[in-house]
T-cell receptor, first 114, second 119 residues
Framework: KAGVTQTPRYLIKTRGQQVTLSCSPI?????VSWYQQTPGQGLQFLFE???????NKGNFPGRFSGRQFSNSRSEMNVSTLELGDSALYLC?????????????FGPGTRLTVT | AQKITQTQPGMFVQEKEAVTLDCTYD???????LFWYKQPSSGEMIFLIY??????QNATEGRYSLNFQKARKSANLVISASQLGDSAMYFC????????????????FGTGTRLLVSP
């Protein structure tokens, strides 16, 4: 079974631009969560999508948004990029409807804002 | 609010020895799940082991076991017979809610412990 895939793997953007990151979950997983990892703040929850609906949201400004498609693929968008948005963005999928609900992570997208 | 504390920034262990990585947590919820993840230098988070708050037995997965002491709010990871490939960052995480259907999928992570296994 293929794992979680994220594209692109690396991205360099300029302040003020916007960016869209993509995540394809493990087949059969309908929950997709996004996390931001930085050296200063560690791993922080951004939001979770299940059945095309945002179910949970972390403490991030409105510049961070996302969506989920009917095939469970998810995209995350960051508008008006700031230097502090430079981070590793991790996507995770899980079987939300049964079991302990462990989340399986993708390799991440490393975003650098200059 | 939930909080995970990992007090060991770095740990060193020799190959084939056992090592314990500490994790304490704080939550007011009676139902929660505890997870350990491994993050190699490549960046991907690898799920290792899970412990539910109502599980009476400590979880085990191969060389990984979780020493769960509910009264002390600790969930230490024990790696037996360390291997060179175990060198990585290790994160303890918590999710509130007994089952995934409670509505919460948010994981709260600790700051991590960097494990270095030497030959």
């Amino acid at each position: 079974k293929a794992g979680v895939t994220q594209t692109p793997r690396y991205l360099i953007k300029t302040r003020g631009q916007q960016v869209t990151l993509s995540c394809s979950p493990i087949s059969g997983h309908r929950s997709v969560s996004w996390y931001q990892q930085t050296p200063g703040q560690g791993l922080q929850f951004l939001f979770e999508y299940f059945s095309e609906t945002q179910r949970n949201k972390g403490n991030f400004p409105g510049r961070f948004s996302g969506r989920q498609f009917s095939n469970s693929r998810s995209e995350m968008n960051v508008s008006t990029l700031e230097l502090g948005d430079s981070a590793l963005y991790l996507c995770a999928s899980s079987l939300r409807t049964s079991g302990p609900g462990e989340q399986y992570f993708g390799p991440g997208t490393r975003l650098t804002v200059t | 609010a939930q909080k995970i504390t990992q007090t060991q920034p770095g740990m060193f262990v020799q190959e084939k020895e056992a090592v314990t990585l500490d994790c304490t947590y704080d939550t007011s919820d009676q139902s929660y799940g505890l997870f350990w993840y491994k993050q190699p230098s490549s960046g991907e988070m690898i799920f290792l082991i899970y412990q539910g708050s109502y599980d009476e037995q400590n979880a085990t997965e191969g060389r990984y076991s979780l020493n769960f002491q509910k009264a002390r709010k600790s969930a230490n990871l024990v790696i037996s017979a360390s291997q060179l490939g175990d060198s990585a960052m290790y994160f303890c995480a918590m999710r509130e809610g007994k089952t995934v259907n409670t509505g919460f999928q948010k994981l709260v992570f600790g700051t991590g412990t960097r494990l270095l296994v030497s030959p």
